[in-house]
């Protein structure tokens, strides 16, 4: 099952690796498209590569959601537990 390919916390890691990678090249590509100089051709891949990689994640992101509605996830306490319920 993909919840247990990768530990909360890694994930958690991975995520925000992938999060800073779009800021940066989504940054990169709108400034290459707000001014007249060529694109780069590694630009180009990388954002094509970086949407791929996009199916994957969400793949394991979708694998974490509880199945029980309501439930919240492993790494995420309750209201409850904060009450000390």
Do not use: C, H
């Amino acid at each position: 099952m993909l919840s247990q390919i990768i530990s909360d916390r890694a994930r958690k890691i991975v995520y925000a690796v992938y999060a800073l990678a779009g800021v940066v090249l989504g940054s990169v590509y709108v400034a290459y498209q707000s001014t007249p100089a060529e694109q780069p051709e590694w630009l180009t891949v990388a954002v094509a590569v970086f949407a791929y990689l996009g199916t994957a994640f969400g793949a394991l992101a979708g694998g974490n959601v509880p199945s029980v509605p309501g439930l919240p996830a492993s790494d995420t306490p309750s209201p409850d537990d904060e009450l000390g319920a």
